[in-house]
């Protein structure tokens, strides 16, 4: 059956009152008669010159007008609206024109006149609704956990997957740094770069999604930090699927790489994002690679979103193994829903990582989207009320051992421990292995209650095998227990490292502290041609070989020192 041709609604929208927040404004209204949609528009100014345009469709996050401009919040069947990504304490107006167009054909049809009215976000940082948290008072442990479950699962409307592209256009936003366009860009935690350099690109809200990508850069899409194949997800069911809370838009190329691996801390980086995110082998005793580790700026906002996931979802828990990747990080349980390693380190970055604006910003925009909050985003301290020593089954926390890790850093293998409750407590001895059953002792540290320990393994003669360490912590009276187990991978070349890699204009050498003397740099190509050269005399320093001019592929880096030949594979990605 064809639709009846539309006709323009007569009146405009009536009756608009407001519900705002720190960074978002709720708006509802009385429907006009013969209308079957709305487009509803903001601006910081009280008057816009923008007339919609019949046959005309209008898309979020478009900028309409000419000097005084406005942003479309929405063009929608529903009386109701949200502006999401707006500045605390800053007075908004909105203009909402009556349409048909949604049931009709030859639409949309407007009526000209609009619906206006203001409203101020309020001036507080969190946008947390009093007494959200209010039945939490007393509880620790699983009892707080069920509970924070219970408070963010009523109310909760979840939305769909698609429609997370809309709220990315105006939630998850910042100014341009780079490039022409939009003003305003995605916040894209795998490129952005704070402080004063540049991000590498940007993307322009909307006509950057994904899609299909050749490389970095090219657009972004819908990243599942707690990925969908560690709990069966499927795109077409809302849910955990499409959870604003734990999904962030990222460069589709990086999200490609991250793919199902589990968050951690890079021993040896295999490909390094324009960043700096990492993918390649862990440097956390108790997690085995490979391991994605994004920059310190985001490390407390994906192990808050992975908290957040486990006590939203904890009745699913039982039945999640976390597929191939995720089973180092789900504890199949509704407590404590987390393996110990993985859970020290969520701990850990969402110490060393405090709550910033940023998710303090998003957080009340899914409260505004979806009905729900991230309450170790409103409240850090639950972290450690939910998880600690004096929760049955978590007397492992807080350890003695708060971490060891190790990376390798040219001819070294630095290893770093952090250590709490140092009572009667003596030293360490670090061991090594090379099977990992059988460990030698290779040195001492004394116990000094310095919280954060290190010790440097010379790995020149270790290259091209695999090395197990191990740290032995003896008390006083002669007791001791093992730490868990770090082990790292020594490649045959210790003698430099090339990075960014995959790279676009340029690649960085860097030669080991004890490169002294004449060096030969080539870049070789899949079939073998020297593409560059350069000699030099070389001190322990830093090269850079142009690659703008290079296709995108695979090459070789290969170094020439004392007759020997050294070798790493690097990508070119533009």
Not at 136 to 141: I, L, N, P
Not at 185 to 197: L, N
Not at 280 to 295: C, Q, R, Y
């Amino acid at each position: 059956m064809v639709p009846a041709a539309c006709v323009v609604p007569g009146t405009a929208p009536t009756a608009l009152t407001f519900t705002p927040g720190n960074n978002f404004i709720n708006g509802s209204f009385t429907a006009a008669a013969g209308a079957d949609g709305y487009l509803t528009v903001r601006s910081l100014n009280a008057t816009i010159d923008f007339t919609p345009v019949n046959a005309t469709a209008y898309s979020p996050g478009q900028t309409v007008g000419s000097t005084s401009t406005g942003i479309v919040v929405s063009s929608a069947s529903a009386n109701t609206f949200t502006a999401n990504g707006l500045n605390p304490n800053t007075t908004y107006y909105f203009y909402v024109f009556s349409l048909s167009g949604f049931n009709c054909s030859g639409g949309p049809l407007y009526n000209t006149t609009s619906l206006n009215g203001s409203a101020t976000t309020t001036n507080a940082t969190s946008g947390e609704p009093t007494g959200y948290y209010s039945n939490t008072s007393g509880k620790f442990c699983a009892d707080l956990k069920t509970s924070l479950k219970t408070i963010i699962t009523t109310g909760n409307t979840p939305k769909s997957y698609n429609s997370l592209w809309d709220i990315y256009k105006t939630s998850d936003i910042k100014p341009r740094e780079v490039g022409s366009g939009s003003t305003n860009v995605i916040w894209d935690i795998y490129s952005d770069k704070p402080g004063p350099a540049n991000d590498p690109y940007n993307f322009t809200p909307g006509t950057n999604q994904c899609g299909s990508y050749g490389g970095e850069g090219d657009c972004y899409n819908r990243e599942h930090s707690v990925p969908q194949s560690w709990f069966n997800g499927n795109t077409g069911t809302p849910g955990p699927t499409t959870d604003y809370l734990h999904i962030f838009p990222t460069d589709g190329k990086v999200n490609a790489i991250r793919g199902s691996y589990i968050y951690g801390e890079v021993a040896t980086a295999s490909i390094t994002s324009l960043n700096g995110s990492k993918l390649g082998s862990s440097a956390i005793a108790g997690l085995t690679g490979p391991v994605f580790e994004p920059i310190n700026e985001y490390k407390g906002d994906v192990a808050r979103a992975f908290l957040y996931f486990v006590t939203r979802y904890q009745d699913l828990m039982p039945g999640l193994t976390g597929g191939s990747n995720g089973t180092q990080a789900f504890d199949p349980s509704t407590y404590p829903s987390i393996d110990v390693p993985y859970l020290k380190l969520m701990i850990k970055w969402s110490t060393q990582d405090a709550v910033s604006q940023k998710e303090r910003d998003r957080n009340n925009a899914a409260y505004a989207y979806q009905g729900n909050r991230n309450p170790y985003i409103d409240h850090p301290e639950y972290v450690d009320m939910v998880w600690n020593s004096s929760c049955p089954g978590l007397n492992a926390l807080p350890v003695d051992l708060v971490f060891f890790k190790g990376l390798l850093v040219n001819d070294q293998v630095m290893l770093t421990w952090q250590a709490t409750n140092e009572q009667n407590f003596d030293r360490f001895e670090i061991e090594r292995s090379s099977n990992g059953t059988y460990f030698t002792l290779i040195g001492k540290v004394k116990a000094a209650n310095l919280h954060n320990y290190g010790f440097n393994d010379n790995a020149d003669a270790l290259k091209g095998s695999r090395v197990y360490y191990r740290l032995k912590k003896i008390d006083k009276d002669g007791k001791f227990k093992y730490s868990e187990v770090f082990t790292v991978h020594i490649p045959h070349n210790t003698k430099f490292s090339a990075y960014p890699n995959p790279a676009t204009r340029y690649i960085q050498v860097q030669m080991n502290r004890y490169i002294n003397g004449k060096v030969t740099l080539q870049v070789i190509n899949a079939m073998g041609h020297v593409l560059q050269q350069q000699n030099f005399v070389a001190n322990g320093s830093t090269v850079t070989l142009n690659t703008a001019g290079l296709s995108n592929g695979t090459y070789l880096v290969k170094m020439i020192y004392n007759g020997e030949q050294y070798i790493q594979k690097v990508m070119i990605a533009k």
